[in-house]
């Protein structure tokens, strides 16, 4: 409306202008938009650094956790191992005290029942008897060394008979050839080693 009535020259220049003012903002425009992206790019690529580091140290964090994982269990498989040994030798030391701890028992009773201290009073008695030879002893005493006497020469006796029994003399076949370098009576070998160990017993 207010060129109206204007030369068409001053028309085209105003409209230049115009055009020239509206390129220059588009410009600005542009270019404003382009220095925010490049801003808004550099900070995401500090960012994207960023996490990736951050990831990185959490992976390697993460893989540490696991490798210490791994050696509890192994640790943890190993003491069981360990632990189940001990029980085992534990037990066994259990039972070998129990066993000991019984014939400990056993063996206090024997010493402690009366019979043992009359057995051991006898035998001091004897002793005692045997060191003194004015001493006098009872008839059960007596009674009990003629039947350990009597025991022995039954014993003695049936060696002998074993003896005798075991030693055969038997003759000597007709000579036939050199009969001078034949002994006249043949012992049996087999018997003569029999009686000979029995001797010796």
Known sequence: MVLAGQRPEI????CSRAISFWT????????????????IKERSQQLE???????????????????????TRHELEISKKKSAELAEKLKER???HEKLQYLYEALRRKFISP???????????????????????????IIGQEEKKSHKSRSNRSF?????????????PTPKEDAND????NFSARECTISEKNILQ
């Open 94 to 96: 259990i039972r070998q």
């Open 115 to 141: 019979s043992f201290f009359e057995k051991q009073n006898k035998e001091e008695k004897l002793s005692k008897r045997t060191q003194d030879p004015f001493l006098m002893s009872t008839a059960a005493e």
């Open 49 to 71: 650094k960023y996490y990736e580091n951050i990831f990185q140290k959490t992976r390697n964090e993460l893989d540490n956790i696991k490798q210490q994982l791994e050696s």
């Open 24 to 39: 220059y903002q588009v410009h600005q425009e542009i270019m404003f938009q382009e220095y925010v992206s490049t801003k």
């Open 160 to 172: 002998s008979s074993h003896v005798e029994k075991e030693f055969v003399l038997r003759p000597a």
């Open 11 to 14: 028309i085209f220049e105003i």
């Open 182 to 185: 034949q002994p006249l009576w």
